[in-house]
């Protein structure tokens, strides 16, 4: 073959790979910029103040309660006895309870811990936490045992994608709202968010009184951490 024909040849195979390559990254580039880069879904909340087992999208808040499908307790660290994971369907949710606030379990929150053991009659914080798991613990079994319906309106916890709900429990004398069963064990006191009960004969402030009245036998029966209390 002659030389010229063989530089002929080099010279245009060279130009065809040249030509692939600048192809090939004028393609890489324009698929850069057409094609957006995946960007992270934040948490839903305030930014800190919402833990990463509570993210998802917040619901919108409803005039009339809502009542779950099929409901069941998911076995959760989040769960105190007022404060608890529930799936129904698909979805998961942490639901915190009205009218009612129950021990702590834990010393995330001091002040409240504190706050707990001077309304109970200056209870010291160890003890709070110790009748407050075992609230915790009697909830849980509860639940576990007995039907139970819950009833929200998608009202959030501030900072956080946490909701309020009124639970119900079926227990032999009928349904009765957990609130009522931790107040009457001296597991809880009559503190939080209120909200006019639904389907319910009673008007708030009917149902408030009866709050108190469960609050103060338990005081005077020594039930639950009033046991404890050294002004009880």
């Known amino acids: 073959m002659p030389f010229r024909t063989v530089m002929l040849n080099l010279a245009i195979t060279a130009v065809l790979v040249l030509v692939i390559v600048l192809g090939g ?54 769960n105190e006895a007022d404060t608890l994971r529930i799936r129904y369907g698909n979805e998961e949710h942490i639901f915190v309870l009205y009218f009612a606030d129950a021990l702590e379990t834990t010393m995330n929150h001091p002040q409240r811990v504190a706050e707990q053991g001077r309304y109970f009659g200056k209870v010291p914080d160890k003890t709070i936490l ?84 469960l609050a103060k036998k338990a005081r005077e029966t020594k039930a639950g951490i009033w046991a404890k209390s050294p002004k009880s």
């Open 25 to 78: 990254m004028l393609l890489q580039g324009w698929r850069s910029q057409t094609v957006p880069k995946a960007l992270k879904v934040p948490v839903a909340g305030v930014p800190g103040m919402t833990t990463p087992d509570e993210g998802g999208v917040p619901k919108e808040v409803v005039p009339q309660f809502k009542i779950l499908p099929s409901p069941l307790l998911v076995e959760s660290r989040a």
């Open 130 to 213: 110790e009748v407050g798991q075992e609230a915790a613990a009697y909830t849980v079994q509860l639940l576990k045992e007995k039907h139970f319906n819950v009833l929200t309106k998608w009202e959030r916890v501030p900072n956080t994608v946490r909701y309020y709900a009124v639970i119900k429990v079926q227990m032999p004398e009928g349904p009765v709202y957990l609130a009522d069963l931790l107040i009457r064990k001296g597991y809880a006191w009559v503190n939080g968010i209120s909200t006019e009960l639904p389907e319910d004969k009673r008007d708030l402030p009917t149902y408030m009184v009866e709050l108190s009245n």
